[in-house]
């Protein structure tokens, strides 16, 4: 049950994309479209932004989306804004029934 | 709307047990699964276990199989988890989360921290 590989930092300006990537292996990730991502602000709970890949919740800015190709799932922010400073996670179901998280990954707005 | 908060929390002693709850409203909770999954400070989230929405199923990461049991009473809308052995590394905050449209959670409860030290 190895945690899923997300970078621990990216940067970028408002108003610019950028996308964090979460890689893991067949048995997780690139075995099932259960792949959802979530943003943290410090001190809160996690916010769900996309399920099963690349489906948004009601409510949730359509600057989020989410893909994958094989065992690599990304999301992406368009846009950038202010408040998308946050922790970022993605996680998957497991072949084993079980569920892994990635590594998460810090956004910082500069 | 939905709701989920969590209780029990506290400084407990290496070695010694605590019990969780997460008390559920706004939804029908027999309908579905739930996760229990934890935030040690400072660091990432980690799936700790799920059990399905009649309770026959249950999963663990292996980090906490054989030391802590999840279980759910439908009839009072509540989750618990039972952790038994504790050890300094389980301490975190724990938050319980509905595996509703998404398989790890569409809604969190606001989380109880559990400090494991002598």
């Known amino acids: 049950q190895s945690a899923l590989t997300q970078p621990a930092s990216v940067s970028g300006s408002p108003g610019q994309s950028i996308t964090i990537s979460c890689t893991g292996t067949s048995s997780d990730v690139g075995g099932y479209n259960y792949v959802s991502w979530y943003q943290q602000h410090p001190g809160t709970a996690p916010k769900l932004l996309i399920y099963d890949v690349s489906n948004r919740p009601s409510g949730v800015s359509n600057r989020f989306s989410g893909s994958k190709s094989g065992n690599t799932a990304s999301l992406t922010i368009s846009g950038l804004q202010a408040e998308d400073e946050a922790d970022y996670y993605c996680?998957?179901?497991?072949?084993?029934?079980?569920?892994?998280f990635g590594t998460g990954t810090k956004v910082t707005v500069l | 709307q939905v709701q989920l908060v969590e209780s029990g929390g506290g400084v407990v002693q290496p070695g010694r047990s605590l019990r969780l709850s997460c008390a559920a409203s706004g939804f029908t909770f027999s309908n579905y699964g739930i996760h229990w999954v934890r935030q040690a400070p400072g660091k990432g989230l980690e799936w700790v276990a799920v059990?399905?929405?009649?309770?026959?199923?249950?999963y663990y990461a292996d980090s906490v199989k054989g030391r802590f049991t999840i279980s759910r009473d439908n009839s009072k809308n509540t989750l618990y988890l039972q952790m038994n052995s504790l050890r300094a590394e389980d301490t975190a905050v724990y938050y319980c989360a509905r595996r509703g449209i998404a398989a790890t959670g569409d809604s969190w409860g606001q989380g109880t921290l559990v400090t494991v030290s002598s």
């Open positions: 996680s998957s179901y497991t072949s084993s029934s079980t569920y892994v």
């Open positions: 059990v399905s929405s009649d309770g026959s199923n249950k």
